[in-house]
Nanobody, 124 residues
Framework: HVQLVESGGDSVQAGGSLRLSCKVS????????MAWFRQVPGKEREGVAG???????KYADFVKGRFTISQDPGEKILYLQMDSLKPEDTASYTC???????????????????WGQGTQVTVS
């Protein structure tokens, strides 16, 4: 059973940076595809960045060149480095994990079976 715990959310000024972390429990890390999603109250959840078990990444167009997804297999941590933050990046960010996923599906929420609780990012 995969459990996910996010951290790193904060309030920052526009143009600033944050790094989110998602600690993964269990023995499945090497088999997982993982992603970051975000949601604003009243709006649909949207995929931000994903990475498959081989390290292939996929980004939403609205974060390309600003956000970087990475992972530390030894520590079982998924990261999201967020640079050049904009007020429209304000949201609750959640990490997700799943198995056997094609790259084209990395930002599709229904492909994921495990979810964290979320961490709030506020950009002003």
């Amino acid at each position: 059973h995969v459990q996910l715990v996010e951290s790193g959310g904060d309030s920052v000024q526009a143009g600033g940076s944050l790094r989110l972390s998602c600690k993964v429990s269990g023995d499945e890390f090497g088999r997982l595809s993982m992603a970051w999603f975000r949601q604003v109250p009243g709006k649909e959840r949207e995929g931000v960045a994903g990475i498959d078990r081989y390290g292939v990444t996929k980004y939403a167009d609205f974060v390309k060149g600003r956000f970087t997804i990475s992972q530390d297999p030894g520590e079982k941590i998924l990261y999201l480095q967020m640079d050049s933050l904009k007020p429209e990046d304000t949201a609750s960010y959640t990490c997700a994990a799943g198995f056997s996923m094609l790259v084209r599906w990395l930002l599709v929420a229904n492909e994921y079976t495990s979810w964290g609780q979320g961490t709030q990012v506020t950009v002003s």
